[in-house]
C-alpha cells in the first residue's frame, strides 16, 4: 500500500491544512486589524481602498470556516478510497463554493491595491490603466460568479458518479485553470504598474529602494499563486483528485493571507513613523480638499458653504485645522502675522511638486 494511505496518514495531513489555515489567517487579519487602527485613528482618513480592504478579510473568514467545515464534515483531502458517495458529492458543492470565494477575495485584494494607486495617481495615463484594470477584474469576477455555479447543466451532473444524469457540462479544468493563469497575469501587471512612478519620485536613492521594497512585497503573493498553479495542474491529471485537491487549498490560502500581508504593509509606516504620519495626513487632506473643492466648482456655488479644510501649516508638530466660509465671491485675504503666512509664496512651499506629492500619500 502507498505510505501516504496509510493509518493516520490523511488525518496527519488535513492537521498540517488546519495549522497553515489558521496561521495565515490569523496573519491576514491582524494585518487588516493594525490598518484600520492606523487610518481610521492615527491617520484618520481611511479611503475606499481600506474598506475595500475590510470586505476581503470578511471573505477570508469565509474561506477559512469553508475549509474547516470540510475538513471536519466531509474528509476534506482524504483518499477518495476513503470517502463514501456523499463525502465525495458534499466534497463537490463545497469545492466550488470555495472557488467563489477564493476568486471573489483575490478580486478585492487587487482592487484595493488599485484604488490605492489612484491616491498616488499624478498622470491621466496611470490613473487610466488602474481604472481599466479594476474593471476588467470586476468583469472576470462576474464571469467566474456566473460560470461556476452553471458549469454544468443541470448542476447535479457535476457529482454525478453513475452517469444516470443527463445534460451537459463545460470543460471545468480548463476553465479553473484559464482564471488561476489569469490573477497571475494581474499580479504581474498589478506590481508593473507604478514602477515608472516610482523611478520619477525625487527622493533619495535609500529611500527609492525601500519604497520598492514595499511595494515589491507582492511578488510573494505572485510565487505562492505559481505555485498554487503547479499543484491544479497535478490536480488535472491526477487519479485521486480528492486527495490532491487539498495542496491547491492550502496554497489558496497562503496566496489569499500573504497578499492581504504585502498589500497592506504600505499603509503601516504612520504606525511606526510620527513623521511620516505627519505627511500622510497632510497629503490626504490635501488630496481629499482638491476632490471637494472641485466638485462644488463644478456644480455652482448659488449659496454660502461652509467647509472645514486642512491647511498645512503646523506648529509645534500638529496640523492646524482651519474652518473658512466660502460666499459667492472670494474670503478676503487674511492679514500677514508672524505666525502664519497664506500669501501664494508660502503655499507653494506647503506641497511637494509633481512627482513628490505621490510619495508623500504613501
Known sequence: MDPKYT????????????AVAVVMTLIGLSCVGLRVYTRAY??????????????AAGFTMVFFFELMAAASEFKFGFSGM?????????????TMAIIVIYKLTMTLIKLSILIMYLRLAVEKLFARLC???MVLLIV?????????????????????????????????????????????????WILALPVKLFLSIRRPFREKI????????????????????????LFIVSKDPF??????????????????LCASVSTLRPLFSKAQRLRTKQALSKSDGEKLIKKHKKG???????????????????????????????????????????????????????????YKKI
Open 210 to 233: 525601500a519604497l520598492f521594497f514595499v511595494f515589491g512585497l507582492g511578488i510573494f503573493s505572485t510565487i505562492a499563486s505559481i505555485t498554487r498553479f503547479q499543484f491544479l495542474r
Open 131 to 133: 481604472i481599466g484594470t
Open 42 to 55: 492615527i491617520v484618520r482618513n481611511i479611503g475606499i481602498e481600506d474598506w475595500t480592504m475590510i470586505a
Open 243 to 260: 486527495y490532491d485537491a487539498m495542496p491547491i487549498n492550502l496554497w489558496s490560502m497562503v496566496e489569499v493571507n500573504v497578499g492581504i
Open 7 to 18: 493509518e493516520g496518514a490523511e488525518e496527519a495531513r488535513q492537521h498540517v491544512m488546519i
Open 82 to 94: 476513503s470517502m463514501s458517495p456523499s463525502d465525495m458529492e458534499n466534497n463537490i458543492k463545497m
Open 140 to 188: 472576470w469576477q462576474f464571469i467566474v460568479i456566473v460560470v461556476v455555479p452553471s458549469q454544468c447543466i443541470p448542476l447535479r451532473k457535476a457529482w454525478d458518479f453513475t452517469g444516470m444524469v443527463k445534460g451537459r457540462c463545460i470543460n471545468a479544468n480548463t476553465f479553473f485553470l484559464t482564471t488561476s493563469a489569469f490573477h497571475i497575469v494581474m499580479d504581474v
Open 300 to 358: 455652482g456655488l448659488s449659496q454660502g458653504l461652509f467647509i472645514t479644510l486642512t491647511m498645512a501649516s503646523m506648529r509645534g508638530g500638529t496640523v492646524k485645522d482651519e474652518e473658512f466660509e466660502m460666499e459667492n465671491t472670494p474670503p478676503p485675504v487674511p492679514p500677514k502675522d508672524e505666525k502664519y503666512d497664506f500669501s501664494p509664496v508660502s503655499s507653494k512651499k506647503l506641497w511637494l511638486p509633481y512627482p513628490d506629492a505621490a
